[in-house]
């Protein structure tokens, strides 16, 4: 199966799923945080679908990779911020299990789908 646009991608649907839960777990975050924490977990879990989404619209597998490896990172500081978020007991009980099981499944699809990209790049050279 080609896939003809972003949405398509699996590795992207779910990295929706986890903006909003992100923003849904950051909204009973303290207002003080409101330009700190919060704004920067939002900005990280954006991050990750916007690359996909702008790898998948690049012209070459090579820039493609490059932005799933940008999602990639990006996924790890929002993991750090999750973390630190629930040391600060900023987070609530019910969207920790859910938040963290979803950052690994993003993790899972943006490793294989770039797996795959660099295979099927790797067989055209030789």
């Known amino acids: 199966m080609t896939v003809r646009h972003y949405t398509d991608l699996v ?3 779910k990295a929706m799923d ?4 992100v923003y849904e777990a950051t909204e009973s975050f303290p207002a003080k945080e409101r330009y700190g924490l919060t704004n920067q977990l939002r900005r ?6 916007s690359n996909i989404a702008e790898g998948q619209g690049r012209n070459t597998t090579r820039d493609f990779i490059r932005c799933l490896s940008i999602a990639c990172g990006s996924l790890q500081e ?8 629930r040391r600060l007991s900023y987070l ?3 969207f ?11 993790a899972r699809l943006l490793n294989g789908l770039r797996k795959s ?3 099927r790049s790797e067989s055209r050279e030789n």
């Open 92 to 94: 609530e009980e019910p």
């Open 44 to 49: 990280a879990a954006v991050s990750i679908p």
């Open 78 to 85: 929002l993991e750090t911020q999750l973390i630190i978020a």
């Open 11 to 13: 590795a992207w649907q």
């Open 18 to 21: 986890l903006v909003e839960r």
């Open 96 to 106: 920790l299990p859910g938040l963290f099981e979803l950052t690994k499944e993003v």
């Open 117 to 119: 990209l660099v295979s």
